[in-house]
Nanobody, 120 residues
Framework: VQLQASGGGLVQPEGSLRLSCKVSGTTSDKYSIGWFRQAPGKEREWIGCVDHGNGRTEYENSVKGRFTISRGDVDHTAFLQMNRLRSEDTAIYYC??????????????WGQGTLVTVSS
């Protein structure tokens, strides 16, 4: 199983960005998808997930109300819509499967990450 995160880039504060996560190497779409980020000099942190079973989403408090996780209409894709971005959102963003729990140890497969830089 492989994951490919994309869509990162440079954005101004209060701007928006949409990240994508493409999952390949499996014919099943029965997996939950989590998003993480790692800022320079900091540990990787969980920011949210979408559960396969019931479609529920969960978010870390600092992104709640600004970020939205969804699954694509096309199988094996997921998105992270980020609005009202702040400088502290600058990080490498990763998608991972197969859990909706807020810790990296519960996830089996990871993408390579995509860099998001929020700066004026």
């Amino acid at each position: 199983v492989q994951l490919q995160a994309s869509g990162g880039g440079l954005v101004q504060p209060e701007g928006s960005l949409r990240l994508s996560c493409k999952v390949s190497g499996t014919t099943s779409d029965k997996y939950s998808i989590g998003w993480f980020r790692q800022a320079p000099g900091k540990e990787r942190e969980w920011i949210g997930c979408v559960d396969h079973g019931n479609g529920r989403t969960e978010y870390e408090n600092s992104v709640k109300g600004r970020f939205t996780i969804s699954r694509g209409d096309v199988d094996h894709t997921a998105f992270l819509q980020m609005n009202r971005l702040r400088s502290e959102d600058t990080a490498i963003y990763y998608c991972a499967i197969d859990s909706c729990l807020p810790a990296a140890l519960f996830y089996d497969y990871w993408g390579q990450g995509t860099l998001v830089t929020v700066s004026s």
